[in-house]
């Protein structure tokens, strides 16, 4: 009797220890965010409150570093359920709504506090909809930052990039904000911009501050004017197949935890900002800063981009641009 008694014991320890098994659930997230940079460390941080939170019943397996392949790859994926959850930057973005590159029009926030209030208190209802129709669920906002030029030359005003090529992301807001200063905006990928300074194919590059000095874009583009001309907000987004799958505690969990956390990626990546460019300074790279006067020049080119972008995309695009307008001035009153 007792050696049945063992066996029983022991069968149920083996059903016990599978049902623990089956009931883990692993999530592939995917990015081109070198696991070193803010953005990996960031999303490395909430695996492990997720891991935590749930008892080791939900986790995440992070594909960083690009190997599941660029950010359009990766979104693609992600709308077909191969890839759980995307953690990419706001162009690419563009493949579910044209509509969404509208959050990056070249000042649409009066500030940067403005720009934060806008994105984690009201960028779920602006795109929300949009997302999910093109198969993805918003888990948070990620900040990538604000942008600034990188050019060979010295730039201060508008007029200096008249006659010259600049690099510019493959959006339309970015195309028509390079038009509007009067300079060739020739989109290219991240990859492709080095080497393109290097041989002249280009003269200059809009790029998110962060980034654009982790990738060493001042060592071929030695001048940089802080414009901080656009706001580049990306997302965390799950794929619905696999948002469908998941049971509404593991829902709530993600969205508590990735919802918390994004303000903290913001003030971040943002404080980094000033400290980076501090940094070059005191390495002898000329960082400019416009005058207000000078500030203006930029903010008059950009006067009309908004409108005509919008009016290009055509969509829901009047849409939009009330709800961004109308989420501004709930944060001007805050």
């Not at 060979?152 to 008249?162: E, F, I, Q, R, S």
């Not at 956390?261 to 940094?279: D, F, N």
């Not at 006067?303 to 695009?317: F, P």
Request: proline content about 4%; overall charge negative.
């Amino acid at each position: 009797m007792s050696k049945l008694l063992r066996g029983l014991a022991l069968t149920a320890t083996l059903i016990g220890s599978a049902a623990t098994v089956q009931a883990e659930t692993v999530l592939k997230l995917a990015s081109v965010a070198p696991s070193t940079s803010p953005w990996g460390k960031w999303v490395a941080g909430v695996a492990q409150q997720i891991e935590e939170k749930s008892g080791g019943d939900l986790k995440l397996q992070l594909l960083l570093d690009a190997q599941a392949g660029d950010e359009q790859t990766i979104l693609r994926q992600t709308i077909r359920g191969r890839i759980d959850i995307a953690y990419v930057s706001n162009t690419p973005l563009t493949i579910l709504s044209q509509e969404i590159a509208l959050a990056s029009a070249p000042y649409l926030f009066s500030s940067a506090e403005e720009g934060t209030c806008v994105a984690h208190e009201h960028m779920g209802e602006v795109f929300g909809t949009l997302m999910q129709d093109a198969g993805v669920v918003p888990l948070t906002w990620m900040e990538v930052g604000q942008y600034v030029i990188f050019s060979k030359d010295p730039v201060k005003v508008p007029t200096d990039l008249n006659g010259k090529k600049t690099r510019v992301a493959a959006t339309v807001t970015d195309e028509a904000y390079a038009r509007a200063l009067g300079t060739s905006g020739v989109p290219m990928g991240t990859s492709d911009t080095i080497p393109a300074l290097q041989t002249g194919t280009v003269d200059a590059a809009f790029f998110p501050t962060v980034f654009g000095i982790a990738i060493g874009t001042h060592k071929v583009a030695p001048h940089v004017v802080q414009t901080n001309h656009s706001r580049l907000i990306g997302t965390a987004a799950v794929s619905e197949r696999s948002w469908a799958k998941l049971s509404p505690e593991h829902q709530a969990l993600l969205k508590e935890t990735f919802g918390a956390a994004g303000p903290q990626l913001t003030a971040m990546i943002l404080g980094a900002e000033q400290a980076l460019l501090g940094k070059l300074e005191t390495a002898g790279v000329p960082v400019y800063r416009p005058t207000q006067d000078e500030l203006a020049q930029w903010q008059a080119a950009a006067a009309n981009v908004l409108e005509e972008t919008a009016n290009d995309i055509g969509g829901k695009s009047q849409e939009v641009v009330a709800a961004l307008n109308a989420a501004k001035a709930v944060c001007a009153q805050n």
